[in-house]
């Protein structure tokens, strides 16, 4: 037994391909403990930032600057009463919130946080995911179907509806970038000959093709890679159901579209699903176009120094961290009622820059780092869908519909034909 | 017997149909007990619905996403205000005003206080009626802002909501340290105004019309040219010159279809007449222009507010009002630009100290009525930008 | 205006006159429509404000019925009113001006006027099974359809 599981240790993959299934199941529980906690912070960020885009200070009472609130959240979520419409369906009522929730969480059985730090690497690897992350679909209109009301009908039709058309757009986009990993990149750029010329379409590979050809394909054929990106960045708000395009759940329309008649904890599902969805898209994003775990820079900036400087990065931003979390112990109010408080921020601030202290480790800093900044990547789209939100009104959906199907599908059509034929010539 | 028609916005050449058919009216037949199987969709908007802006039912009918008919239930908000009147002296009748546009309540005072003194044939002292315009015209700004908040969210912009309750929040202050209410002012008395200007009140004015010009300009930044923000106004909810005439709409709705005619211009009342302003009008009548008449109309009010500060004169603030108000046998219709469009009082004084009938005629009533034909043949999205555009106040709707 | 006006329907113009610098007519319910009719297209009375009334429970001729017309053109307003009794009905101006609808729907609601030809008279503010119409002098300013309200609420009494 023992044997088994060290045997892992030095094989040189991911578990998944090492066939070894205790590592594979540690690796399933840390990821999916991670997107859990990721989805929390994300929510907590998302009310804190969004706050501060309109005025206001967001989350304040739970705990310093409101850092547990979504804990407070989830044990409200859990304990509230679960109510089902006596109208509704109530097998797929209640399966649909968990066939969400599957697709969303299945997708990061592909996604590559570093060339171990995977739970399998599927040749595949690329479809399997767009196909998953598309089961939600299923879940929504189950949703809607189910509820048995009409609000939450609209709300699945339209989603549904949406979801579809946008992943042609989305689809045309990969598809391009996949095409760039089987050709050799030569041409304008003159650099990175390392290619087979035989592509692939798993994660891992599309991204050390990046590595390999020395471009992150967001500048390959410049501007073909980035319009692709563009494509796939505006479809991936649109499938996940993100302001501009959260019509599904347009709250001044369809009071919360499919999940209007969802409450408690299977509507934390839905919200749980749909943050996960959010994280996964982005993940794509990363992986096909920003160099998946790769630092930047990381043919260009070479050899030792660059090495270590990059290497330190994850350390000096937990520290960073860390001090802005003692410059809001300094800033808290004197007053004996925020005593807890300080004492707690100060304690977060604490184990932040001890956390950064060790990421410092040699050992631990190199096994790290393609974790850090794969995460880093997604973070900044995260951001993004924040910025979204705070700045866009909402589409309509005819409007929806056309920029889909007239302008990016398209769009996304040219630039894959333009691809290949580029691919081809130079 | 000549009929009058209204075009259809839809199809403006091809049909033309009686114009009764387009005020919010549906024949509604058997209730869709299998909804699923059937083309028609029937949903209720409302009463409790973050869209339509107090308690407004909707009942829709859809085909899919596309409306087919709109009927308005309204009366959730009704309390009999006409009743109370009657069993009120005029005095005690003042502060009720304010409870029907609750977000412009110093307007709804102003016209009030205006048609009695009319009916009791006096008039307020010349510095009441600046203070008047003044503390109106911050009144509309306020209204606007609330009605820019309110509506973008409603087409998904939620920040533009916090920005103008931020500044709104400064124009409720003024009223605060004036008369020491925020919402429901009860700002003026028949006869004039009751409250002096605290001291430093025009320092607080200037002061406030020198900050909210950037602040207009940040919510232009952030709507205007923003591209959703336009395909979802531009030719949405288009109303005609003459169907808005039909249905007698008012305020920025009719403007923004291209009539010029406001009240503070064409009968003018208060101070209005000594200052110097621009009525902005619309060519479209679309969702957009009248978004863009009520911005223009923010910075028009802010050059009125900026005279009257500085024109304003000193004197008495209170007419010669007997103790007991007991106006002479007769009727009187007076109306005032209040933000939402032509409010009207209409008083019949029997000579006893209470009114005998009061009429009040309310702009979002009327003008929730032109609901119908600006949403028909569009989009369930369109309704709740139409609702917004249309700036109702279900307190005055159902008074 | 008022001359011809008087010269076209001779004694149906009760009375022309102003008060208060606002100028009304009284005129025959007969003819209201007409003369509506009239003042909208050869007067330019192209807006109509507001349409009300007025009870008067002493009086044999119960009601007051006000038309509030306003001319863009001309800048000027102009009330009409007729004298109906209780039960009379009066033509739906809803074929003049749109706006007449809702408003007229209003003064059936408030005091049981009823329009002829007006294509969906029925309550607008209070509920549809409501009894009674509350700005008649005779309806207590604190009464109430308690049947309505025990029925649809659930409570022995609003109040």
């Known amino acids: ?426 | 017997m000549t009929e009058h028609t209204i075009t259809d916005p839809k199809t403006p050449d091809a049909k033309t149909s009686k114009a009764t058919k387009y005020v919010s009216h549906l024949e509604l037949g058997e209730p869709d007990k299998t909804f699923l199987d059937s083309n028609e969709l029937i949903i209720n908007m409302g009463p409790q619905h973050p869209a339509t802006h107090g308690v407004l039912r909707v009942i829709l009918k859809l085909d899919g996403e596309q409306v087919l008919g709109t009927e308005c239930v309204i009366g959730y908000l009704h309390r009999g205000v006409e009743k109370i009147a009657e069993n009120r002296t005029y005095t005690m009748f003042n502060p009720y005003v304010d409870r029907m546009d609750y977000v412009a309540a110093v307007s709804n005072g102003l016209g009030y206080c205006e048609a009695v003194e009319k009916l009791l044939n006096i008039e307020a002292p010349p510095r009441a009626k600046y203070i008047r315009v003044i503390l109106t015209e911050l009144n509309r700004l306020a209204s606007h802002q609330l009605w820019l908040g309110t509506h973008a969210l409603d087409i998904g912009a939620m920040t533009p909501l916090f920005y103008t309750f931020r500044d709104r929040e400064e124009i409720l202050k003024i009223f605060e340290k004036y008369c020491g209410a925020r919402l429901t002012t009860h700002a003026f008395r028949i006869g004039g105004c009751q409250y002096e200007t605290y001291e430093g009140f025009e320092r607080d004015v200037i002061k406030f019309l020198d900050f909210v010009p950037p602040k207009i300009d940040e919510y232009e930044e952030l709507l205007t040219t923003n591209r959703i923000w336009l395909e979802r106004t531009k030719n949405v909810g288009v109303i005609s010159k003459a169907d808005a005439i039909a249905l007698g709409v008012t305020g920025p709705v009719l403007r923004a279809s291209g009539v010029k005619w406001d009240l503070r211009k064409a009968q003018p009342y208060a101070a209005y007449s000594d200052f110097d302003f621009e009525i902005p009008i619309g060519q479209n009548g679309d969702t957009y222009d009248r978004y863009s008449v009520r911005m223009e109309e923010m910075r028009q009010s802010l050059r009125i507010i900026r005279q009257a500060v500085e024109k304003i004169p000193e004197g008495p603030i209170m007419a010669k009002v007997p103790k007991v108000m007991k106006p002479p046998v007769g009727e009187i219709y007076h109306s005032i630009e209040a933000p939402k469009g032509e409010l009207g009082y209409f008083i019949v004084s029997d000579g006893s100290t209470q009114p005998y009938r009061v009429r009040v005629r309310p702009p979002s009533f009327v003008n929730l009525q032109a609901l119908d034909i600006m949403v028909r043949g569009a989009l369930v999205a369109d309704v709740i930008a139409v609702i917004g555009t249309l700036d109702i106040v279900l307190g005055e709707v159902d008074r | 205006m008022v001359g011809k006006l008087k010269g076209q329907y001779g004694s149906g113009i009760r009375e022309a006159s102003s008060y208060l610098g606002q100028n009304y007519l009284v005129v025959e319910p007969a003819i209201i429509f007409e003369l509506l009719q009239i003042l909208r297209d050869g007067e330019q009375f192209d807006y109509c404000v507001d349409i009300t009334a007025v009870h008067y429970p002493e009086r044999e001729k119960q009601f007051d019925l006000l038309w509030i017309l306003y001319s863009f053109s001309k800048n000027e307003r102009i009330r009409v009113k007729i004298m109906i009794a209780d039960g009379e009905t009066v033509p739906s101006a809803t074929p003049i001006w749109a706006t007449a609808n809702w408003l007229e729907r209003e003064v059936f609601d408030m005091f049981g006027i009823r329009f002829d030809g007006h294509p969906d008279l029925k309550r607008i503010l209070l509920p549809d099974g409501w009894k009674g119409h509350p700005l008649r002098k005779d309806y207590g300013i604190i009464q109430q359809d308690q049947e309505w309200v025990k029925a649809n609420l659930g409570i022995e009494s609003g109040q």
């Open chain 1, 1 to 426: 037994m023992l044997d088994y599981i060290t045997s892992y240790l030095g094989s040189n993959t991911t578990p998944g391909q090492a066939g070894n299934v205790f590592w594979a199941l540690v690796y399933i529980m840390v990821v999916f403990g991670g997107i859990s906690v990721a989805v929390m912070a994300m929510n907590w960020l998302e009310r804190k930032a969004l706050a501060h885009f309109q005025i206001r200070l967001g989350p304040m009472r739970v705990g310093p600057h409101g850092l547990l609130q979504p804990i407070a959240d989830a044990i409200k979520l859990m304990t509230k009463e679960d109510i089902i419409p006596s109208e509704a369906d109530k097998f797929v009522f209640w399966i649909a919130p968990l066939i969400i929730l599957c697709a969303s969480f299945a997708v990061y059985i592909v996604v590559p946080f570093g060339p171990t730090h995977a739970i399998t690497d599927l040749n595949i690897g690329i479809l399997f995911m767009l196909g998953v992350s598309s089961l939600s679909v299923l879940g929504v209109v189950m949703a809607g179907w189910a509820s048995n009301s009409h609000y939450p009908l609209i709300g699945a039709l339209r989603s549904s509806a949406q979801m579809v058309s946008y992943e042609v757009a989305m689809g045309m986009a990969v598809v391009s970038a996949i095409l760039m990993t089987s050709l050799h990149g030569l041409g304008a750029y003159g650099v990175g000959t390392g290619t087979s010329g035989t592509g692939t379409l798993s994660m891992i590979g599309i991204v050390q093709a990046q590595y390999e050809q020395q471009v992150w394909f967001l500048f390959k054929f410049f501007p073909l890679g980035f319009i692709a990106f563009g494509i796939f960045a505006i479809a991936m708000v649109a499938e996940t159901n993100r302001a501009p395009f959260d019509l599904p759940e347009a709250e001044s329309e369809l009071t919360a579209g499919f999940h209007t008649e969802y409450s408690g904890l299977r509507w934390s599902l839905f919200m749980l699903g749909e943050y996960a969805a959010m994280i996964a898209v982005s993940s794509i994003a990363v992986t096909l176009w920003l160099g998946g775990w790769y630092r930047p820079f990381a043919n260009a900036l070479t050899g030792d120094t660059w090495d270590l400087v990059f290497s330190l990065f994850p350390g000096f931003t937990f520290l960073a961290l860390a001090v802005i979390a003692f410059v809001g112990v300094v800033r808290m109010p004197k007053h004996p009622y925020f005593r807890v408080q300080t004492i707690g921020l100060a304690g977060f601030g604490i184990v932040l820059g001890l956390i950064g202290l060790i990421l410092f480790a040699p050992p631990v800093r190199d096994r790290i780092q393609d974790i850090f900044w794969f995460v880093a990547k997604v973070a900044g789209f995260m951001y993004l869908y924040i910025w979204y939100r705070a700045t866009f009104p909402r589409y309509r959906f005819d409007q929806l519909m056309k920029v889909g199907w007239k302008v990016l599908l398209p769009i996304g059509i040219g630039v894959l034909i333009l691809t290949a034929i580029l691919g081809v010539v130079l």
